[in-house]
């Protein structure tokens, strides 16, 4: 999995540019986060205001053979990083996290980086 998550900015605020894969470890990760933490408060405390929608903006249909470019602001994509790093804590066990998530720990830790590599790209 690569770990370069390109971000750019167009007139409507910031662009990330998924693969197939990393947009399906993004969906995978948001579920498993909302299961290991079920309650609206302690979601919204890690996560902030923003990723209330990680689960709706990570849903829309995509071509799995194509790259996804998905419009997200700068809290959403913050959200998204603080969402796998809190994850990474939370299953500290490759065999757990494997079977919740479905992909390896490593995975998880070359998208949030490159996620922040990526806005840090744009500031």
Avoid at 48 to 64: M, T
Wanted: proline fraction near 6%.
């Amino acid at each position: 999995m690569r770990n370069r998550v390109p971000v750019s900015r167009t007139d409507h605020g910031l662009e990330v540019r998924l693969t197939p894969s990393q947009l399906e470890l993004l969906r995978r990760a948001t579920d498993a986060f909302g299961e290991l933490l079920p309650d609206p408060e302690q979601r919204r405390f890690v996560l902030g205001e923003a990723g209330a929608g990680l689960a709706v903006l990570f849903a829309g249909e995509h071509d799995p053979n194509h790259s996804l470019y998905l419009p997200a602001t700068e809290a959403q994509l913050r959200a998204a990083h603080a969402l796998l790093t809190t994850l990474l804590a939370m299953v500290p066990s490759e065999r757990a996290f494997m079977e919740r998530v479905g992909f390896f720990r490593e995975n998880a830790a070359a998208v949030a980086l490159g996620l922040r590599r990526g806005v840090a790209a744009v500031r």
